[in-house]
């Protein structure tokens, strides 16, 4: 008898425990947009035996996820990444990933989120649009000459979305722009100042 009146006692004590228990539900991501990128691999990069006239090309258009929200213009902003680095062999040629050395230094740092040395380019609100920068372009924006662009120099090429709503993205959000390409979402694209037409890889 005593038995069963302890296991009654711990199976009430197990229910009201668990009653207590608040379950919080997981709230929804805000209503946003975001921009959308497609770079023309002709004119994937900053060709530095020709930075007179070489030029980066893309597709820009904006995404609300069917939300409704509505893209109203597009910012571009540009800035300048100089981390001379060398890059080796096995930095640039070891396949999938295994086995590879990285530089030091980092080409095209992360999270993109503007900096108080981005500097604002173009306003796009005919969208979706085709977008050419030049490298004399992208060199006057941040304030330097285009003959002191060396090989490995970065531009990054960032976006801020506003919406037909008044609000302003400047980061959507730091995992959909910057860790797997491919996704609905740009808040960036780096150009690299390089020597051959490559397949574009912007955070190598």
């Known amino acids: ?8 006692l711990l ?11 608040t379950k919080d539900p997981i709230p929804e ?3 946003g947009a975001v921009a959308v990128a497609t770079v023309n691999a002709n004119k994937a990069y900053f060709d530095v035996t020709n930075l007179a006239n070489t ?4 597709q820009l258009s904006g995404e609300d996820f069917g939300q409704g929200v509505g893209v109203k213009a597009i910012e571009v902003w540009v800035g300048l990444n100089s981390p001379k680095v060398t890059l080796t062999a096995s930095m640039t040629a070891c396949g999938n990933g295994v086995g590879c050395f990285y530089p030091s230094g980092s080409l095209a740092p992360l999270p993109s989120r503007l900096t108080a040395n981005d500097k604002l380019w173009k306003t796009f609100s005919t969208l979706p649009t085709t977008v050419t920068i030049k490298a004399s372009e992208a060199a006057a924006a941040v304030g330097v000459a285009p003959t002191s662009l060396v090989l490995n120099d970065t531009f990054q090429l960032k976006f801020v979305v506003q919406t037909n709503d008044g609000r302003r993205f400047d980061a959507f959000h730091d995992g959909i722009c910057d860790e797997t390409r ?4 740009d808040c960036r694209l780096v150009i690299r100042v390089d020597n051959k037409k490559a397949l574009y890889q912007p955070l190598k």
């Not at 009430?12 to 425990?17: D, G, N």
């Open 29 to 31: 991501a805000p209503a």
């Open 55 to 58: 030029e980066f090309e893309f």
């Open 182 to 185: 491919g996704q609905v979402g």
């Open 11 to 21: 199976l009430a004590a197990f229910v009201i425990s668990d009653a207590c228990q």
């Open 1 to 8: 008898m005593k038995s069963f009146a302890y296991l009654s």
